[in-house]
């Protein structure tokens, strides 16, 4: 049973920085890939962040240079540093475990979802 549940979302003006906080209930979490997606209304969810079982990062053009994501194994967590927000990063942000191919810099998420946290970046 997967269990994914995210905080650390809020209103904040932009320029302004987040912390967001996943913690996964998973078996062997330590081997599991770990991503960010967000989901803006009436869009589509897309790809933030990953995070491989290797601590491998790989980010979406978007978050490059702003974003950062980071895990901690002993506490089953991953984390998405956001400093530099803009509106256009409003959005409802939410944590899953997939599988990742370094091969082809390829995620492939699996369908389990938290109930995400709303990020809301004024202007």
């Known amino acids: 049973q997967v269990q994914l549940v995210e905080s650390g979302g809020g209103l904040v003006q932009a320029g302004g920085s987040l912390r967001l906080s996943c913690a996964a209930s998973?078996?062997?979490?330590?081997?599991?890939?770990m991503a960010w997606y967000r989901q803006a209304p009436g869009k589509q969810r897309d790809l933030v962040a990953v995070?491989?079982?290797?601590?491998?990062?790989k980010y979406t053009d978007s978050a490059k240079g702003r974003f950062t994501i980071s895990r901690d194994n002993a506490r089953k967590t991953v984390y998405l540093q956001m400093n530099s927000l803009k509106p256009a990063d409003t959005a409802v942000y939410y944590c899953?475990?997939?599988?990742?191919?370094?091969?082809?810099?390829?995620?492939?998420?699996?369908?389990?979802w938290g109930q995400g946290t709303q990020v809301t970046v004024s202007s």
């Open positions: 899953n475990v997939g599988t990742y191919d370094s091969t082809s810099d390829t995620y492939t998420p699996y369908d389990y």
């Open positions: 998973i078996r062997f979490f330590s081997v599991k890939n």
């Open positions: 995070i491989s079982s290797g601590f491998r990062t």
